[in-house]
Structures are given as C-alpha cells and as structure tokens.
C-alpha cells in the first residue's frame, strides 16, 4: 500500500493562506489521494480528493504534481476553526478494497 | 438521512467480557470499513467488507471479528476483550471503492479495565 509522508505540525496565520504538502512517491496510476481533516477526537471529515489533475472545492483546494509524488492542500483563509489534524491518504485501488490508509498526519494550528 | 450511525457511544467492558460494535448507514454503500485510533496515531484499519456478505482483514485483524450479513450494518466483535484494545473505533462506508467520498461515524469510545 502507497505511503503518505507529511510534516507532523505546521502553523499558519488566520486569514493566511494554509499550504499543506504531502509526498506519496509509490502512488500507482489508478490510486486517488484523498485529504481528510480531524477536528480532536470527531469522526474524520472530508476535505477533497483528486486522481491527477488540480481539484476545487468550497473547502479547498488540492495540486498534484504532474508525476503525482507529492500534493498540496490549500486552505485559502484560515480560520481558528481549521485548527485541526489533517491527513493526506492514497487510497488503494477499488480492486483491494478501496481502503483508505492512514498516516501521522499534520496538525495545523492556526493562530489569530 | 443519518448518515453513518455507530452505536453505542461510549462502554467499559471488563477484561475477558465480549461485545458487538455496531455500524449503520443509510446511504445504501458497497464499501465499509471498521478502524481503531490510539492517543496521538492516525487511524488503523481492523477489517473491510466490499459488499454484503463479505469481509477482509485490515492492518490490525486480531482480537476481532466483524459480520455483514445485511448491506447497512457492518458489525464489529471483540470476542474477550483486552486492555491493549481500549480505543476509540470508527466506521467508515462509501458508495465506491474509489473516487467517492468516505463517510466516517463519530466513534465509540471503549474502554477495557
């Protein structure tokens, strides 16, 4: 299964742009990266995902490097309330089960 | 529409006692997922089912046993339960194995003493 790297704390300014990186190196061609965040202990909440083009949503938005070893998260005004844990995922191919594996994850403190 | 249902909430079981974790969806998804999530670690998957009458095992199997008897439910049983099985469980389901998005319940916190 695909392994997801990513810094384990990152601050940003409310109101700042949040810039989240993620690297996936052994991603295969059919594999989607899916973000999730986790707001303390709450079930996870979807963010957004993407196969190989750049994704946008009300959330956010999502850039995946043309060789898809590596992602970002875009949060483009943060709040204090997207302090939280986010996750970036490969999600293993339909045929396995569709599992989502995941990592550490970065917790994203945004100050005022 | 519920979304992802998991009951109950909340238990203390004994070591040794058994219990059943119970996971619903009414959004008629093929895909569910079963994972457990220790103080300061990401989610770790415990078993999968890909459809009703299946199951697979995850990442961290042992100790449980899950059933999907009906396509809704997805059921999670600790069959003598161990401290080292104290968590919180979440449960996962999705209309497709990929490309969709995954609906998380908002756990069950359990406690083995």
């Known amino acids: 299964d695909a392994k997801t790297t990513q810094p384990p704390s990152m601050d940003c300014a409310e109101g700042r742009a949040a810039n989240l990186p993620c690297n996936h190196s052994?991603?295969?061609?059919?594999?989607?990266v899916y973000w999730y965040r986790q707001i303390h202990s709450q079930g996870p909440q979807y963010i957004i995902h993407?196969?190989?083009n750049n994704e946008t949503n009300e959330m956010a938005s999502l850039i995946i490097t043309e060789d898809r070893k590596s992602s970002t998260l875009i949060l483009p005004h943060a709040t204090l309330r997207d302090t939280a844990v986010y996750y970036c995922?490969?999600?293993?191919?339909?045929?396995?089960?569709?599992?989502?594996?995941f990592g550490q994850g970065t917790e994203l403190s945004v100050k005022p | 529409n519920a979304g992802v249902t998991q009951t109950p909430k909340f238990r203390v079981l004994k070591t040794g006692q058994s219990m059943t974790l119970l996971c619903a969806q009414d959004?008629?998804?093929?895909?569910m997922y079963w994972y457990r999530q220790d103080p300061g670690m990401g989610l770790r998957l415990i078993h999968y089912?890909?459809?009703?009458?299946?199951?697979a095992k995850g990442e961290v199997p042992d100790g449980y046993n899950v059933s999907r008897l009906k396509k809704q439910n997805f059921l999670l049983g600790l069959e003598s339960a161990a401290p080292s099985q104290t968590s919180v469980y979440f449960c996962?389901?999705?209309?497709?194995?990929?490309?969709?998005?995954?609906?998380f319940g908002q756990g069950t916190r359990l406690t083995v003493v």
């Open positions: 959004m008629n998804h093929e895909y």
């Open positions: 995922i490969v999600r293993v191919e339909r045929n396995q089960g569709g599992k989502l594996i």
């Open positions: 089912s890909v459809g009703e009458g299946t199951t």
């Open positions: 993407g196969l190989k």
């Open positions: 052994t991603i295969s061609g059919n594999e989607y």
């Open positions: 996962a389901s999705s209309y497709e194995g990929q490309g969709t998005e995954a609906f």
